[in-house]
């Protein structure tokens, strides 16, 4: 005999990124209706329930990163007897940087009724306010917060042809620019977004030198989404501007040898070449 069939579901949700009007009628019924609501913070979800004149009926658990595994069993067990679980964050769709992905795939394992309701992204927001060519694209997430292992990511960047779009906290937004400013070059092109649908929105445009410059002033305040142009299709790095990030894989307890060999790939560029130039610095 066949399994009976679940009645439960698992719905994903993605809120507002910080203007209530552009929360779905979907939305609304989802909130007033769900018999379990798990946010990433329980007060932004009832402050947004109030904006959209919503009435929570259902249980309410906390879900966020601290207790994501931990609310895992619970949720999938609602799933299965019937209930639908909403998952929401603070601001855009689960899983994308904010809790979702593990319950996704622990539900799609046991083919549990998944499905989503579509809505802000602060993604795809920044994209296109970016004025950057972006019919190809990849998301990074957060930039790495130490300076060894951003400036490593950024020069797996410099021969990218996509639009990259990254999220960044404000008090880390300077010295991420810099960063980029150094391994990617001056002129590379980039959009920063602040506060987006809020209503301190702001996006500035221009190449990384201007941003960093304009970073470095401060404070800068808010939800920062970052998008870099594409490496221009004849933009080949030198290999000069590549032995820093060499340099700092082997203080991090690299071989030299591999080192070279990781960032030449993600450069494109020879080996060979890239191993005479960090020898040639170290002389």
């Known amino acids: 005999m066949s399994a009976e069939p679940v009645s439960g579901r698992l719905v994903l949700a993605a809120t507002p990124l910080g203007d209530a009007g552009d929360a779905s009628e979907r939305l609304r019924v989802a909130i007033g209706t769900a018999d379990v609501v798990a946010a990433e913070d329980t007060r932004r979800l009832r402050s947004l329930a109030a904006a959209l004149g919503v009435t929570v009926t259902g249980r309410v658990i906390s879900h966020y990163d601290a ?5 895992l069993p619970g949720l999938l067990d609602d799933v299965r007897a019937g209930r639908t679980v909403l998952v929401v964050t603070d601001a855009g769709m689960p899983a994308v940087s904010d809790p979702g992905y593990r319950l996704v795939a622990a539900a ?16 795809t927001t920044a994209l296109v306010l970016s004025g950057l060519p972006c019919e190809r694209f990849c998301f990074e ?22 639009a990259t779009v990254f999220f960044e906290s ?10 980029a400013v150094s391994v990617l070059g001056p002129e590379r092109a980039a959009a920063v977004c602040r506060e987006l649908t809020k ?14 410059e304009w970073a470095a002033v401060g404070p ?36 030299l040898k591999d080192a070279v060999a990781a960032v030449a790939q993600a450069a494109g560029v020879p080996k060979r070449e890239l191993y005479a130039a960090a ?3 170290r002389s």
Not at 108 to 123: K, Y
Not at 201 to 208: F, I, K, S, Y
């Open 170 to 179: 404000p008090h880390r937004l300077a010295e991420t620019l810099a960063d």
């Open 67 to 71: 207790v994501e595994a931990s609310r």
């Open 108 to 123: 799609a394992a046991e083919d549990l009724p998944v499905t989503c309701l579509p809505g802000p992204s602060a993604v």
């Open 279 to 281: 020898l040639a610095a």
């Open 220 to 255: 800068v305040r808010g939800e920062i989404t970052v998008v870099l142009a594409g490496a221009a299709p004849s933009a080949a790095p030198s290999v000069e501007s590549l032995v820093d990030a060499v340099e700092e894989r082997v203080a991090d307890g690299e071989r």
């Open 141 to 162: 997430g957060f930039a790495p917060r130490r300076a060894g292992e951003r400036r490593r990511w950024l020069a797996t960047l410099v021969a990218e042809p996509r």
């Open 199 to 212: 209503a301190h929105e702001e996006v500035l445009r221009g190449p990384l030198s201007e941003l960093a």
